[in-house]
């Protein structure tokens, strides 16, 4: 209810007044959302370590046409099932004759985020009611974890999408539950076949504690899930069949692989979250100490909760320590935070509205400052700094990318000035302030960041000497992202010395200064020696 009192001449006893119309909020959140999903998509080569083992995989399919157990050069053993290759390749040939297979594999990651934003809509309206959706989706873009971690091919951008429709079936299980079985086992088999079993295991664990409380502790939840299990089993079974039919070697040697580690890393895990889920951490933490007594008597409360503790418990023990995994963490957390943001005193709403001004404000600053820098060679000390750190890159004027982001920064400053400060506009003033640095990192230091961890030219130069040798590749003292982006540039897969089932007349090494070829290649010819710009190693190509 609105509250308007003659004698506050100042207007601090009344509520704000609605400056836009519903509908203008839905085109302005799907105009926001565009811009933070494609920017930073294309235009830049795969960046190691994020990149490298993804492209590889999918440039396997490219080659051979491999769509069952496609797998990076630096392991024999497929990491990664096939599901995000296959849609990153099917995406890149789709867009081949405009884009590169690494930007047009990357276009995949907007099908994902899309499908977790809107189901991630969807679960928030079937928990809160309508009028909740877009204020979760504004949390999700306002996360701070997420805004590089999309941006790239990573198969836990397709996950993430999992997670959010097996999410969001829990909740439309009470309207709709065979629509919601069928959800469940998609969600499922997505999340399978994008990263494995181990992350699955959050779900399926989450499925059965929920059949513990008296919400979902009925018959109707049983054929529910026994009806997902059946269609995720279908989806799975078939793939593993098929993988097993190929290679029952290789089916077996991956199925063997570790998974858990005796040593959980909760610790690790628990840091990453204060930052990582940021701003939804504080306000779901808030709200959870507030209704305490209320958590588990609520099925807003209690399905984001139980999933927070059985995917924290199921990564904490996993063999793979990666900021990346944390990404799930968002979903439950914005659908917590959501039920906290009108229950807020506008002095808390304020005080994150203006924390977020200091810190984007601050950021956009320096990003300005480094490109004027780049542009005039002044300041002189900023100057070095920035060529010393792009590899000195060329600076060159981009009339385009300078005005995008000269438009977005001035958007944020004038919804920065706004002084009627709600509490769902604080969340609104995150969400743009986000996309405005993303933007604007990418729009003025894009080309100096892909300078220093573009890899292209020097693998290209390995190009045609590798071509006119029929010989495999050795790869001597190379970490496996590089090993991973040599097989995208050169088209070769490099070999490990130590398998006896190849012998290979080529041998590439990497050398720090002052380092000695290894007493294996003394007696090899030097055909080719590169090295990268501010690299403190270099690359010499060996023939026998």
Request: hydrophobic letters at 50%; aromatic letters at 18%; charged letters at 15%.
């Amino acid at each position: 209810m609105k509250i308007h009192l003659d004698h506050d001449w100042q207007g601090n006893m009344a509520s704000p007044r609605k400056i836009l119309g519903e509908k203008t909020k839905l085109h302005f959140f799907f105009f926001l959302s565009f811009i933070w999903i494609f920017t930073g998509l294309v235009g830049h080569e795969p960046w190691r370590p994020h990149e490298s083992a993804s492209i590889s995989q999918i440039l396997e399919i490219f080659q051979h046409n491999q769509f069952i157990h496609p797998s990076n050069a630096s392991n024999s053993i497929p990491f990664y099932p096939p599901l995000y290759a296959f849609f990153g390749a099917a995406f890149a040939k789709l867009f081949s004759p405009f884009l590169e297979i690494h930007d047009g594999a990357r276009i995949a990651n907007a099908m994902w985020v899309s499908i977790t934003m809107i189901s991630l809509g969807l679960l928030t309206r079937e928990l809160y009611g309508t009028g909740f959706g877009r204020t979760a989706g504004l949390l999700f873009i306002a996360s701070v974890g997420l805004i590089l971690n999309i941006h790239t091919l990573s198969p836990e951008v397709a996950a993430l999408a999992g997670f959010s429709l097996s999410l969001y079936s829990f909740s439309l299980y009470f309207r709709r539950p065979f629509r919601a079985s069928v959800i469940l086992g998609v969600g499922l088999s997505i999340v399978f076949l994008s990263i494995g079993i181990v992350p699955t295991l959050s779900v399926v664990l989450t499925s059965f504690l929920l059949g513990c409380f008296t919400f979902w502790m009925n018959k109707r939840y049983f054929i529910f899930l026994s009806i997902s299990y059946l269609i995720f089993s279908c989806i799975i079974g078939l793939w593993l069949f098929l993988f097993y039919q190929s290679d029952a070697d290789l089916f077996l040697a991956w199925i063997s692989q570790p998974h858990f580690n005796s040593d959980p890393n909760f610790w690790y895990n628990l840091q990453g979250l204060s930052w990582f889920t940021w701003p939804a951490f504080p306000l779901a933490i808030w709200i959870a100490c507030r209704n305490y007594r209320s958590l588990l008597a609520q099925k807003r409360t209690l399905l984001p909760i139980i999933f927070i503790l059985t995917y924290f418990l199921i990564i904490s023990f996993s063999i793979r320590e990666d900021q990346i995994n944390w990404m799930p963490f968002i979903l439950p957390f914005c659908l917590l935070a959501v039920g906290s943001i009108d229950l807020l005193k506008r002095s808390y709403a304020s005080a994150l509205n203006w924390f977020g001004i200091l810190v984007f404000g601050f950021i956009s600053f320096l990003i300005w400052l480094g490109w004027f820098a780049m542009q005039t060679g002044f300041p002189a000390k900023i100057y070095e700094r920035m060529f010393f750190l792009s590899a000195e890159a060329a600076a060159d004027f981009r009339i385009i990318h300078f005005l995008a982001a000269l438009f977005l920064t001035a958007f944020w400053l004038i919804n920065a000035a706004n002084n009627k400060i709600t509490n769902r506009s604080s969340i609104t003033n995150w969400a743009i302030g986000i996309t405005m640095i993303w933007t604007t990192l990418i729009m003025l230091w894009g080309p100096f960041i892909d300078n220093r961890k573009s890899h292209k030219t020097i693998y290209l130069e390995l190009k045609p000497i590798l071509s006119q040798s029929s010989s495999c590749l050795y790869a001597h003292n190379i970490s496996t992202s590089h090993i991973d982006l040599v097989h995208y540039y050169t088209k070769v897969k490099p070999t490990n010395p130590a398998n006896q089932e190849k012998i290979c007349r080529l041998a590439l090494i990497s050398l720090s200064n002052g380092n000695e070829i290894p007493a294996e290649y003394k007696n090899w010819k030097e055909i080719w020696t590169g090295k990268r710009t501010k690299d403190k190693f270099y690359y010499i190509l060996l023939s026998k």
